[in-house]
């Protein structure tokens, strides 16, 4: 069995590009509730949003992880669609409860997720272990 020595900047690239891959793939379960919860109309058009964000965020990390380095566009998109996401959930959402669920959505993931694919899409990634 053979064991390849990761340094930290490409365990680093590697752990960012899981982490992206993830958030996408957990937006799948998400869309599933929407589609199951919301009136057809208003759930095809959040689907729709998180489908592209779903497809951006796992194309920008699993590019990432690989170290193909061809994972900025991907980024880029996604953090777009992000801020857009996050944007129109907080303006559109009733006060109380689906307010706060907004706030903590955008607060917990959106933001944060759109912040590191920005900087993702603005740097190069020089990944030596693959």
């Not at 929407?34 to 194309?59: F, G, N, Q, V, Y």
């Not at 959505?105 to 900087?119: D, F, I, K, S, T």
Request: positive net charge; contains cysteine; glycine residues 8%.
């Amino acid at each position: 069995m053979a064991v390849t020595a990761l340094n930290t900047r490409d365990a680093h690239v590697l752990l960012t590009g899981r982490l992206l891959t993830g958030a996408g793939l957990a937006l799948l379960p998400w869309m599933g509730y929407m589609a199951a919860t919301m009136p057809p109309a208003k759930a095809a058009a959040w689907i729709a949003l998180d489908a592209l964000e779903a497809s951006c965020l796992i194309l920008a990390g699993t590019r990432l992880a690989r170290g193909s380095g061809r994972h900025h566009t991907a980024a880029a998109a996604a953090a777009a669609l992000l801020l857009a996401d996050a944007t129109t959930d907080l303006l559109t959402a009733a006060p109380g409860a689906e307010l706060a669920l907004a706030v903590a959505m955008a607060v917990g993931a959106e933001l944060p997720l759109a912040a590191l694919c920005a900087v993702l899409a603005r740097r190069p990634v020089v990944s030596g272990a693959r």
